[in-house]
Nanobody
Framework: VQLQASGGGLVQAGGSLRLSCTASGGTFSRYNAGWFRQAPGKERAFVAGIIKSGISTVYSDSVKGRFTVSRDNAKDTVYLQMNSLKPDDTAAYYC????????????????WGQGTQVTVSS
């Protein structure tokens, strides 16, 4: 499965962005999915996850209430809607796919997309 993340950009604090992650070469609906981010000099951190059916989601405390993860399995795409963005949200955002359910652990993911840069100005 190849994953392609898109939708990053430059936005002012308080603004919104929607990231997309589209799969090819396989059926995304067979996998649970996660979003991670990595800022310069920091480790990759979990942001949000969604199981393959889409009925269950999980978020890091830092984004809970501001970000929403969703998926459209008919389009092989997972989304991350980011609202009320803060400068601390600035990072490269990565999507990933896994057959496991411990969605917050990067080590369980089998497939990764390239990062898409999100920059939030103050």
């Amino acid at each position: 499965v190849q994953l392609q993340a898109s939708g990053g950009g430059l936005v002012q604090a308080g603004g919104s962005l929607r990231l997309s992650c589209t799969a090819s070469g396989g059926t995304f609906s067979r996998y649970n999915a996660g979003w991670f981010r990595q800022a310069p000099g920091k480790e990759r951190a979990f942001v949000a996850g969604i199981i393959k059916s889409g009925i269950s989601t999980v978020y890091s405390d830092s984004v809970k209430g501001r970000f929403t993860v969703s998926r459209d399995n008919a389009k092989d795409t997972v989304y991350l809607q980011m609202n009320s963005l803060k400068p601390d949200d600035t990072a490269a955002y990565y999507c990933a796919a896994t057959g496991q359910f411990d969605l917050s652990r990067p080590a369980v993911y089998d497939y990764w997309g390239q990062g898409t840069q999100v920059t939030v100005s103050s």
